[in-house]
């Protein structure tokens, strides 16, 4: 758990075990809930719609509300054939893995991702930079850095691979940046990558209806299924900072 407002203030993958599994236990639920509250956090939690009925019984009955949705969309890869951006990257530009034992380069990798998201003329926030150097250092990640000729960062983004399964995450390209087709790269980058270590299967999720999700789909994702993000707003708790 991080502090009141972080990103990662959200339960993900409760009620999971499909329809023949055993209902929840109703009792664990409250005690999360309860967790949270007493940490000064709303209870926030993403439901997959595969979820066991039960499980969305109880939220409705505890007073969960809907504060927004969150896309999975997926794609197969074949380790024969390169993913390529539809729209063709910059000359200069060149894509690297973070070294993560080179402290300089995960520091920079984290300000980049986390800047990436934030407002305009807004400082990325400590704690957040420190979650995202986090990510560079655990053994199942691979995190990169695009570049252009003036070799400053101009996008970050991550990939962890688990057996066949890859998940893409936390892609950002800086303002100035944008409109270049950087993302695209690096998501056919981090596709490529997959696909050579044996990967059959991306995932990566995104808000429906933005950037991200109409790039992905133009290479070839498709939605999975598409989860609404639940909350238990109470006096004095602190909402995620993403909704």
Known sequence: ???????INSVYGAGM???????????????VVRWYEAAGIEPRIEVCPYAHQSFHDALFRLGFQTRGYESVLFRELDASVDVKPPVTPPKDLTIEVVDRTDEARV??????????????????DAEFVELSAKCVRHPLTVCIVARLADGKAAGAGS????DEIAALFGLSVLPEYRRRGIQQAMIAW????ASRRGVR???IGSKPGISTERNVRRMGFEVAYTQPILVR??????AN???
């Open 1 to 7: 758990m991080g502090k009141p407002g972080t990103w």
């Open 17 to 31: 075990g499909g329809t023949d599994a055993a209902p929840i236990d109703v009792g664990e639920l409250e005690d």
């Open 107 to 124: 520091m920079e990798f984290a300000t980049t991702a986390v800047a990436g998201f934030m407002p305009p003329g807004q400082s990325p």
């Open 159 to 162: 990939l962890e691979i688990h």
């Open 190 to 193: 981090r596709l490529n990558v």
């Open 201 to 203: 299967v991306a995932t």
């Open 233 to 238: 707003p109470g006096a004095g708790l602190v």
């Open 241 to 243: 900072a993403h909704g």
